[in-house]
């Protein structure tokens, strides 16, 4: 048996995250890692390049961090604009030397015109048919072929 890679889908509504990993497990030889918010994705990223997946699946809007009394207040960037925070995922990890040539699926449901996007990333519509989904990570993973 071949061994399972690695994707982390940062996704922060739990119907889509649980979705998404279902599809992915149980037709790819994947485990799926999901990160839920804009903050844990930051404080994962030392993790994450010391141990790089194979690719990242990054909704576009995510919210910065689970309401709570304790949460950290997000930074002026974020303020400026909650809207983009997968955008800010991915040049995050554009950053770092060995997550930069990791492939990123942008899963969401901003329409293409609105984006600019790095050259490592896939531009992907959310929708009910996981097919694309996994066509797109098909394509880009050899091992999942």
């Not at 844990?40 to 689970?66: K, T």
């Not at 991915?90 to 449901?109: G, H, M, Q, W």
């Amino acid at each position: 048996m071949s061994k399972r890679i690695s994707i982390i889908v940062v996704e922060d509504d739990w119907q889509q995250a649980a979705w998404i990993s279902e599809k992915l497990e149980g037709i790819l030889n994947v485990d799926v890692q999901r990160i839920r918010t804009e903050a844990a994705f930051r404080a994962r990223l030392g993790d994450l390049s010391a141990n790089p997946p194979a690719a990242f699946v990054v909704d576009s809007m995510l919210q910065w961090e689970i309401p709570s009394e304790h949460m950290e207040e997000p930074d002026e960037e974020v303020r400026q604009d909650p809207y983009r925070a997968g955008l800010r995922c991915i040049a995050r990890i554009n950053e770092f030397e060995s997550l930069k040539d990791i492939p990123v699926i942008l899963y969401t449901v901003l329409e293409r015109e609105e984006l600019q996007l790095p050259t490592n990333v896939i531009y992907l519509q959310k929708e009910a048919d996981p097919a694309r989904l996994l066509s797109a990570l098909r394509s880009i993973l050899p091992s999942l072929r």
